[in-house]
């Protein structure tokens, strides 16, 4: 059988007048495209023309669901009670989905303080499913491989892909380095090339450790917001497709 | 052939922890609900409950769309261009589908200034119409009967609902006379009820100038939010039912 | 020396079309008006109304600081950086400043959730007493009694006014029985009272272990949002005006 | 008597994670800084950097007051009533002076649809001016040259510091020639700073129509946000000192 790999992207985080991201760039190295959608970042503008962007180019469309928090980005914790975090979810998902032809999403992907917490905090997690099961149960659910979020969220009887970072270092047990850990992330293109072969084909990686742990992935997380990070994009493209690795759409995977 | 109404009124208008409007007791007299979604009042866990409450009452949902402008709720005239008009619709339209268990809107009603200016702004009119026809052509829009508005949404395709206010005074060409003049709002009841009865029954009502014009109604605005508003609806219901009038959410009328 | 106090009571927290607390009744019983600035409440139009009514009843004027999170009325913990509160702060303070006659604040209160977090994060109740001090070192701080807090704010150089809840329990070692808990709210109007006199003029308090405790207060937080709540204000004021004891601004006290 | 001119160019228009403006740049070549407030752009912890860069490079600080229109940067024209603006303004003021060093402003900017608006409407001008007033009447006023506006705001008893466009095309009247026509936007570097010389030093200007008009200025707007508004910063400036002309805050020109 031949390996499979998703790449996807955080994408239309413009706001207004603010522009962010190489939107244009990146979108030819991806397959999913997880759009912003007004709540840490987005607006009705930059969603239309993100989706118009990610169909122009075959890349399949998900809601990027964060918390109600423009100003910072989406980036702090905040005690969101789980009723409220669904609902947000649903709203969200909802209001990208009537930007897309299809009137469908391939999949939701929280964004920043929301997907951080869901790892530890199961209420949050299983209000995550809930809103994706309310909405439409084919939608897939992505989530940090390794994680009981993961398990909760096939229990639940969700479409889970697994994420993993290729440029980021992670412990014995699975779980990221945090990035205020030295050699928390990995810069050397080459060694994310083949960190990113060793995952998708072996389903492995090398611990920060030295040991060699499993690591299953559906997708893999690359960037937009950096001066190197369409580069590497492309270059992780080409090593994977060299080893007869194929970049499809998660809705064809999992 | 037997006449038939529909009553819509503005509905989950509360925000946080702010509660606005008698929603729980109007709902029993009206047949379709115009839903805030968040630009000038609302949110995800308001829109939640609303759209609940209706489908528990039998009520049809359209989205009560406004400009952004929570400080203002959405009644301060804003000079938003027409694509970006379209596309801050097509998001609340889309924001609402996702709570209803059909994942379909019966209507879209603008709200407040977005309302006042479609009725002399084209530009304006059009893109509230785009929006309809790109999300779902069969969602009706609600329209202020006798204007432009109307006649270029049906030449565009859309099905539309002609809106009258029952308890406003009208102009002899049929335009509301504005709240700022002495008798613009009828306050008595009885005359209330004999108004709709004739708009319904006759198409015809009494202007302000003593006249009496055509004015063809497919749907009645009610209102929750003065103490008297639920007596009204009530009274006003029972008066049209007892001319045999039938009152039915308006999409089994246009 | 003749025994006094200082009743605070959140005010100006209605928000645009939103109404919200009985301003205009609860003004006529306290002594200090915490005023929201627009982050979980209020709004520029509110601001001023609430510095008019507060001026023309002689009650003193401070700041209701809170995360920006206007959905969730500042009541949901976030974890915003201390540096950036402490920005968030000043921001807030300014701009109630600014309506003021005397173009000068008596104290700053933090609402909801920073409140709570403040009593329990060193790092954000130092960054509160630095928004103070940078701000106008003249400022009092409006903080729990009994805490770290009020002890790190006098370290600091800071007027501290020592906050009590008298219809509120407390456990043995001075802290609040969480509202989840039974019991934790006096709902009783000549308890409350009595607790009120208790503290006022012996420092003391029974706490709901039945142990009699020692518990300054310098101001004792009232509310107006239940019907009852203005009775209370009233009833409490007799009370202590009858022992015998001066209610007045926080700032003739501390 | 020596010529003056004050430069005056929008900072601090970043926006949480969204950086706008190359301020450490510009601030180099001008003496007074328009800083936003948080309704069309920046934020409290922008605010702080902006008014610290402004401080340590000796430009004079005033607040940059705009409509509440975070999503359109300010830029559309909105209902907003004058009693409702004043506010607006006020919040604003209070809220930049608050991060000040001296606890004081030197001037206020109305920005982009607020600014436009009030050169037509008066009820607005008048607002504007109110809040200024209200807040401290020393603060000074930056209106649009040779409107109807700047003699409101003298005959209110206003500071008032007239504001001009170096690179603006001026009709024969001497108001400016909308962005949407031809030879409105001077590009030239050289035509630019000749308009500026003789704007400064002569009071006149060549309207589009060829004529010489009279045209006085206080205050000249830069930019910062084209790649080459830098280097015509300082191209201008360089030029203006070569004819003598001192670059000075408005604060000590009216």
């Known amino acids: 059988m031949t390996a499979r790999i998703d790449f ?3 994408m239309g985080e413009s706001f207004g007048a603010y522009k962010m991201g190489q939107d244009e760039e990146i979108i030819k190295y991806i397959t999913s495209a997880n759009v912003a959608c007004g709540f840490h970042a987005g607006d009705p503008n930059w969603m239309r023309r993100t989706v118009k962007l990610a169909e122009e180019n075959g890349v399949a469309l ?4 964060s918390f109600p928090d423009l100003s910072g980005f989406g980036r702090r914790n905040m005690a969101v009670a789980p009723d409220e975090a669904k609902n947000d979810i649903i709203y969200q998902m909802g209001a990208l989905t009537a930007f897309t032809s299809a009137k469908k999403l391939q999949h939701v992907k929280p964004h920043g303080a929301m997907y951080n917490m869901a790892v530890r905090d199961e209420a949050l997690a299983r209000a995550i499913c809930e809103a994706i099961l309310e909405v439409d149960p084919g939608i897939i659910l992505v989530a ?5 979020w993961v398990e909760l ?7 889970v892909a697994r994420e993993a970072f290729a440029d980021r270092a992670v412990n014995a047990d699975g779980t990221l380095v945090p990035r205020s850990k030295p050699g928390s992330v990995i810069e050397e293109v080459d060694e994310v090339a083949r960190r990113s072969i060793k995952m ?3 389903g492995k990686v090398t611990a920060i450790t030295g040991e060699e742990i499993s690591l299953a992935a559906d997708t893999l997380c690359l960037h937009s917001d950096t001066p190197n990070s369409i580069h590497l994009a492309s270059y992780i493209r080409s090593a994977l ?3 007869g690795v194929q970049i ?5 995977i999992v």
């Open 8 to 10: 996807n992207c955080d």
């Open 62 to 65: 998900g809601a990027h669901a």
């Open 144 to 148: 940090l491989t390794g994680t009981q």
């Open 153 to 159: 969220a096939r229990d639940m009887g969700l479409r």
């Open 200 to 202: 998708v084909t072996e």
């Open 241 to 243: 497709e060299a080893e």
């Open 248 to 252: 499809v759409p998660v809705g064809q």
